[in-house]
């Protein structure tokens, strides 16, 4: 049976008299479990987003209605209904419908029901992101011997393309607190490589690369070059095992938030102020220094408020 087939068959299960225990779910929540667990691209997000906020309306939509109410183009729903499994759009319909229709019959607040707050089940999700990063760090081993490496890497490398941009900045502009030379590289192509050569030239020994979904290509050719010019590469990344994986020499994993239209980053970003915290205590003078004399500069020139 195929995840589509399986998907329908959980969904459909709508007896009379309550046996199955999908019976007992919220009608969005039996809508969600449909998406719980793929890698939808934003356009995908804002048609299951719809799907959810207006399923007794939605799930007797023809493709055309529904591309059109939730803003994407009609081969759009066709490609979210075969990244779920199903063969074609009618196919997913099939299994909407039976829930749009018990969601109906079961009470005159249902609609509300199937509104309810989407932004706290993201926040739930990402709570569950957290305890994963915490069940890791229970064993601190490996944070502080990634902080050791990357804390000796004169110059240290710090990586991120694309979406992953941001928590790569972060990152980088913590360490510079800490770290005497510390080499951001937020371009791909021969922009990254050209970086990567001249930072093993001047001695470094370690490139840390952020790598959150979609994964791109030229993140993946880019941990090629690094590891070809002689780095050694730390990876921050999500769970998906991958070919990004493969190239790293240690990769961290957490969780990114995907119950929205974006990813959010509060597993990663943890993560990364984790592996920030092990860096300084793998020299804990230099990082004293360091940090004494940028509040001194900070406070003669009033950086801050």
Do not use: C
């Not at 691209?41 to 959810?52: F, N, T």
């Not at 023809?62 to 803003?71: H, P, V």
């Not at 070809?228 to 020499?249: F, H, K, N």
């Amino acid at each position: 049976m195929s995840s589509g087939q399986q998907a329908r068959a959980q969904a459909a299960a709508i007896k009379p008299s309550g046996q199955s225990p999908d019976r007992e779910r919220a009608p969005a929540d039996r809508v969600r479990a449909l998406f719980d667990g793929q890698r939808l691209s934003p356009g995908q997000r804002r048609i299951a987003q719809y799907l959810i906020d207006h399923l007794t309306e939605a799930a007797f939509l023809s493709i055309t209605e529904l591309a059109e109410r939730a803003g994407v183009s009609q081969p759009s729903v066709t490609r979210f209904a075969a990244s779920l499994g199903f063969s074609g759009y009618p196919a997913l319909r099939e299994v909407l419908q039976p829930i749009a229709l018990s969601a109906v019959a079961g009470s005159p607040d249902s609609r509300e029901q199937l509104r309810h707050n989407e932004l706290q089940a993201a926040v739930d999700a990402e709570i569950q992101n957290l305890e994963n990063v915490r069940r890791l760090l229970a064993d601190t081993n490996q944070v502080l011997d990634i902080g050791r490496h990357l804390a000796r890497s004169v110059p240290l490398t710090v990586l991120g393309l694309r979406i992953s941009v941001s928590l790569a900045e972060y990152f980088a502009y913590a360490a510079r607190r800490i770290h005497p030379d510390v080499r951001l590289v937020t371009g791909g192509g021969s922009v990254a490589y050209d970086a990567l050569l001249q930072s093993r030239a001047a001695g470094g020994t370690w490139v840390l690369a952020f790598a959150m979904p979609r994964h791109a290509k030229e993140t993946l050719a880019a941990l090629r070059a690094a590891r070809s010019a002689g780095l050694r590469i730390a990876l921050i990344t999500d769970p998906t095992l991958g070919p990004l994986v493969d190239e790293a020499d240690v990769a961290l994993t957490a969780g990114t938030g995907s119950r929205l239209v974006f990813d959010s980053y509060a597993a990663p970003g943890m993560l990364s102020a984790a592996l920030l915290q092990a860096m300084a205590d793998a020299d804990p003078e230099r990082t004293q220094a360091r940090l004494e004399g940028y509040e001194q500069v900070a406070d003669q020139h009033g950086f801050f408020l």
